[in-house]
C-alpha cells in the first residue's frame, strides 16, 4: 500500500500482480489518478479473466502486463503455510 501511494505521490507508474493479497480497490484508495497496471494471467475460465480485466478498469487500471508463460505451478509450501489462496482457475 505504501509503494502504491508513493508511485502516486512521484507520478510514477505502479505495478499489481493478479496474485496479490492486496485488494484492487486499496490500491485505488490510496492511488486514485495515477498511472496503474495490472499483471494478468489468462484463466481456462473466459469469464473470470474478462470480469478481472472490468473489474480493473472499473478501478482506474490503464494497462495490463500480461503472463503466458506459466502453465503450472510448483509447490508452494511458504504459500500453503501463510494459508494463500489465488485463484483456484491457475
Known sequence: MLTAAEAFRQKTVYGLS???????????????????????????????TLNVI??????????FAITVDTQMFGKRRRDERAQF??????
Not at 19 to 45: C, D, H, R, W
Not at 54 to 63: D, W
Not at 85 to 90: H, K
Open 18 to 48: 493478479m496474485l496479490t493479497s492486496t485488494k484492487v480497490s486499496e490500491i485505488t484508495a490510496v492511488n486514485p489518478t495515477g498511472l496503474k497496471i495490472l499483471q494478468l494471467y489468462f484463466m481456462k475460465n473466459t469469464d473470470y
Open 85 to 90: 489462496n489465488g485463484p483456484v482457475e491457475l
Open 54 to 63: 472490468r473489474m480493473a478498469e472499473k478501478q482506474g487500471f490503464k494497462a
